[in-house]
């Protein structure tokens, strides 16, 4: 037999520590005690108190804008840069294919530090508007991608037979070419959602004072105020993850 | 043909324009700032200097490197000795079992990366459940410090970073002909030969873009040491934002920052030398 009871226990062992940590935060975010450590019984306080929480619901609000115009702006270059770069083989593609890689490489800070810089430099007011900017960056480089790997399945013969047939630029692309990569599409919108609206770091350095999103809004609330209201924001954050994880995979899946 | 030529330009256009303006042209001004004098107060002064670059060649910020660099191996060393067994048994696993389990591996990906460093300052804390634990096997002393301890960053980091190598080793191990281990054992190897001797070599691949991407993230965090640091744990992302944000002085922060770029590209060099494929390393695209 090639099973390996060493693997097997390490993979358990694994699993354990990657979710008990996540599932321990969200049962405390129901514990009436305002300690982690004993369970004094059940409670949804910590949701209620969510409301009174000031400036959570402008932070949310925020997050939902850029999350919202960082991916439909992304969407749109990041799957056309896709489409290039499947289409045309050429030096110049190498060239652009390296150009949107180079950003997931890097690590955030390098990305949120040069773009401060270059802010700076250009003299723009940091606001909503500069993290818009600096997610729709990063969000282009995951779309991309994303875009180009599920392009391995289309059939560009496909767009050739269209315009054999007759059907004009415009017509193709509605007919043919949108049907086809409406999946894909999806969840790259998913995904540049997510990754923005989880956004902390790049976030961080080009927020500026006045502008709060949703993590910027953790960060202080773990910093400076540890209170089990964290606990239940948490929750209510995770459990949209999954909700939109879950999507997700229905979105891949139909792909295959 | 010069018309497919134009039409190709034309629709690399957004893209090229838009990372370079915001992508390319911010690393410029970085590599630009870091010659650049500044006055006592940050604000950055005309001419030229490499006074910035030689006031890092001091103790502490060789120690600041040393210990970024110690943290960030370590931890891809961890996640590498969890990663690879696990490799082997989701590759023998059953397909079923086998996407469950890259589904659960993919969605702490996708939550929220403050959330789970919060989760884990809570059970570090010392009447935290980690901390508990660890004093009831009788690993710790109850007055052992966990959380604000360079141990609590390294941890964090296993965790946090931990997707990031499973991804590609599963990938390769899911392509390794597990006959040859078969063989193996038939002529003669024990199981735990088979895997270091025919297994490993076999993922190697994986197993070094699975170590770059353990260690770009680790040696460029700055959230990590900063949460659930204490006051020695601060590494090259701390000392970039202390720069940017407590001194003002942005000079001094883009020369580190273009040290942290040479710390990563030194490493992707090899690798992609190694390969010769860059294309390969397209696993962070979360697919």
Redesign the interface.
């Given at each position: 037999m090639?099973?390996?009871r060493?693997?097997?226990t390490?993979?358990v062992l694994?699993?354990i520590?990657?979710?008990?940590?996540?599932i321990?935060?969200m049962v405390?975010s129901f514990n009436d005690s305002k300690?982690?450590?004993v369970w004094t019984g059940f409670t949804l306080k910590w949701y209620t108190a969510l409301f009174s929480e000031p400036d959570l619901w402008e932070a949310f609000i925020n997050s939902m804008i850029i999350g919202i115009s960082s991916t439909v702006t992304s969407l749109?270059?990041?799957s056309?840069?896709a489409?290039?770069v499947f289409?045309?083989r050429?030096r110049?593609?190498s060239l652009?294919?390296?150009?949107?890689?180079?950003?997931?490489?890097?690590?955030?800070?390098?990305?949120g530090?040069?773009?401060?810089?270059?802010f700076?430099?250009w003299n723009i007011k940091l606001g909503l508007f500069t993290i818009y900017?600096?997610h729709?960056?990063f969000c282009?480089?995951?779309v991309?991608?994303?875009m180009i790997?599920k392009l391995q399945h289309f059939d560009l013969t496909l767009v050739e037979a269209a315009h054999d047939l007759g059907a004009g630029t415009y017509q193709t692309f509605k007919k043919v070419v949108l049907p086809l990569i409406t999946p894909g599409l999806i969840a790259a919108a998913l995904?540049s959602f997510?990754l923005s609206i989880?956004d902390?770091?790049i976030t961080?350095?080009v927020a500026g004072e006045g502008a709060t999103t949703l993590?910027l809004y953790?960060?202080s609330m773990?910093?400076y105020g540890?209170t089990p209201v964290?606990n239940a924001l948490?929750t209510l954050?995770?459990l949209a993850?999954?909700l939109?994880?879950i999507v997700?995979?229905t979105f891949a899946e139909e792909e295959r | 043909m010069p018309r497919k030529k134009l039409k190709e330009t034309l629709m690399s256009l957004p893209s090229f324009v838009w990372l370079t303006a915001f992508f390319l042209l911010p690393f410029i001004i970085i590599c630009v700032y870091a010659f650049k004098p500044a006055d006592i107060y940050g604000t950055v002064l005309k001419g030229w200097t490499l006074s910035t670059l030689n006031s890092l060649g001091n103790v502490y910020f060789y120690k600041l490197l040393w210990r970024s660099l110690w943290m960030s191996i370590f931890s891809t060393l961890v996640c590498l000795v969890l990663a690879v067994p696990m490799g082997y048994q989701m590759a023998t696993s059953s397909p079923k079992w086998r996407n469950l389990m890259l589904m659960f591996i993919i969605i702490p990906f996708w939550s929220s990366f403050l959330i789970r460093i919060f989760a884990w300052k809570t059970i570090l804390h010392p009447e935290g459940l980690f901390h508990q634990a660890c004093v009831f096997i009788g690993l710790i002393s109850q007055s052992t410090p966990l959380l604000y301890t360079n141990f609590a960053v390294v941890i964090v980091m296993v965790y946090t970073f931990i997707p990031f190598a499973l991804l590609p080793i599963y990938t390769s191990a899911v392509k390794f002909d597990f006959q040859l281990i078969e063989a193996a054992m038939d002529l003669g190897a024990s199981r735990i030969r088979a895997i270091t001797k025919v297994f490993i070599p076999g993922i190697k691949k994986g197993i070094l873009t699975a170590a770059l991407m353990v260690f770009i993230p680790a040696i460029g965090t700055y959230v990590i040491p900063d949460l659930v640091g204490g006051v020695n744990s601060d590494m090259i992302g701390n000392k970039i934002a202390q720069k940017t944000f407590a001194e003002r002085n942005i000079p001094e922060a883009s020369a580190i920052s273009m040290i942290l770029t040479l710390i990563i590209l030194i490493p992707l060099g090899i690798l992609v030398l190694y390969s010769r494929k860059g294309r390969n390393l397209e696993i962070r695209s979360r697919e």
């Amino acid at each position: 037999m090639i099973r390996s009871r060493i693997c097997l226990t390490i993979t358990v062992l694994v699993f354990i520590f990657l979710y008990v940590p996540i599932i321990l935060l969200m049962v405390n975010s129901f514990n009436d005690s305002k300690y982690a450590t004993v369970w004094t019984g059940f409670t949804l306080k910590w949701y209620t108190a969510l409301f009174s929480e000031p400036d959570l619901w402008e932070a949310f609000i925020n997050s939902m804008i850029i999350g919202i115009s960082s991916t439909v702006t992304s969407l749109i270059i990041g799957s056309l840069a896709a489409f290039t770069v499947f289409r045309y083989r050429s030096r110049l593609q190498s060239l652009h294919f390296g150009l949107i890689y180079a950003p997931l490489i890097l690590p955030d800070i390098l990305l949120g530090i040069s773009l401060l810089m270059l802010f700076v430099v250009w003299n723009i007011k940091l606001g909503l508007f500069t993290i818009y900017i600096a997610h729709t960056t990063f969000c282009i480089s995951y779309v991309t991608m994303l875009m180009i790997s599920k392009l391995q399945h289309f059939d560009l013969t496909l767009v050739e037979a269209a315009h054999d047939l007759g059907a004009g630029t415009y017509q193709t692309f509605k007919k043919v070419v949108l049907p086809l990569i409406t999946p894909g599409l999806i969840a790259a919108a998913l995904l540049s959602f997510t990754l923005s609206i989880d956004d902390f770091v790049i976030t961080f350095f080009v927020a500026g004072e006045g502008a709060t999103t949703l993590p910027l809004y953790i960060y202080s609330m773990i910093k400076y105020g540890s209170t089990p209201v964290i606990n239940a924001l948490s929750t209510l954050i995770l459990l949209a993850t999954f909700l939109l994880v879950i999507v997700y995979h229905t979105f891949a899946e139909e792909e295959r | 043909m010069p018309r497919k030529k134009l039409k190709e330009t034309l629709m690399s256009l957004p893209s090229f324009v838009w990372l370079t303006a915001f992508f390319l042209l911010p690393f410029i001004i970085i590599c630009v700032y870091a010659f650049k004098p500044a006055d006592i107060y940050g604000t950055v002064l005309k001419g030229w200097t490499l006074s910035t670059l030689n006031s890092l060649g001091n103790v502490y910020f060789y120690k600041l490197l040393w210990r970024s660099l110690w943290m960030s191996i370590f931890s891809t060393l961890v996640c590498l000795v969890l990663a690879v067994p696990m490799g082997y048994q989701m590759a023998t696993s059953s397909p079923k079992w086998r996407n469950l389990m890259l589904m659960f591996i993919i969605i702490p990906f996708w939550s929220s990366f403050l959330i789970r460093i919060f989760a884990w300052k809570t059970i570090l804390h010392p009447e935290g459940l980690f901390h508990q634990a660890c004093v009831f096997i009788g690993l710790i002393s109850q007055s052992t410090p966990l959380l604000y301890t360079n141990f609590a960053v390294v941890i964090v980091m296993v965790y946090t970073f931990i997707p990031f190598a499973l991804l590609p080793i599963y990938t390769s191990a899911v392509k390794f002909d597990f006959q040859l281990i078969e063989a193996a054992m038939d002529l003669g190897a024990s199981r735990i030969r088979a895997i270091t001797k025919v297994f490993i070599p076999g993922i190697k691949k994986g197993i070094l873009t699975a170590a770059l991407m353990v260690f770009i993230p680790a040696i460029g965090t700055y959230v990590i040491p900063d949460l659930v640091g204490g006051v020695n744990s601060d590494m090259i992302g701390n000392k970039i934002a202390q720069k940017t944000f407590a001194e003002r002085n942005i000079p001094e922060a883009s020369a580190i920052s273009m040290i942290l770029t040479l710390i990563i590209l030194i490493p992707l060099g090899i690798l992609v030398l190694y390969s010769r494929k860059g294309r390969n390393l397209e696993i962070r695209s979360r697919e």
